[in-house]
């Protein structure tokens, strides 16, 4: 993970604060390194550890002080959950929420195909997919 931060180091951290990933991963160390690395890059990241979590987030069924459902702009998660799988997290959002891109982390020991995963989900957001990162999100 320290590599996708240098990687983008002096990149624009307005054009990121404007996005928001779901983090959603079960081992709570790989979930706080990732988050603080997306922070760093400027990104608001909010953290679950597991998909029936997220689904009820991004479905609308979650407590009044958990983030607004539609301010999600990217779902980052693990393949190997607790509860709902990321693959059925993903399918199930694809049929509530098709406009979400979601991105399933590798499941692996070296932390090398996360890093690159992070550089690519940064590179995407800030060219714009989704917004551009000139506009303003839209009222939900």
Known sequence: MARASASLAGADHAASARHTILLVQHDE????????????????????????????????????????PRAVDLVLTDARLPRLSGHELAFALAHLR??????????????????????AVVQALRKGNPGTPGEERAAD
């Not at 692996?108 to 550089?119: E, F, I, N, R």
């Open 29 to 68: 160390l790989d979930r706080r390194r990732a988050a603080r690395t997306l922070r760093g890059l400027g990104f608001q990241v909010h953290e679950l550890s597991d998909g029936r979590s997220a689904l009820e987030l991004l479905s609308g069924v979650t407590a009044p002080q958990e983030p607004r």
């Open 98 to 119: 098709p406009e979400l891109p979601v991105l399933l982390l590798p499941t692996t020991p070296d932390p090398a195909p996360a890093g690159a995963v992070v550089v």
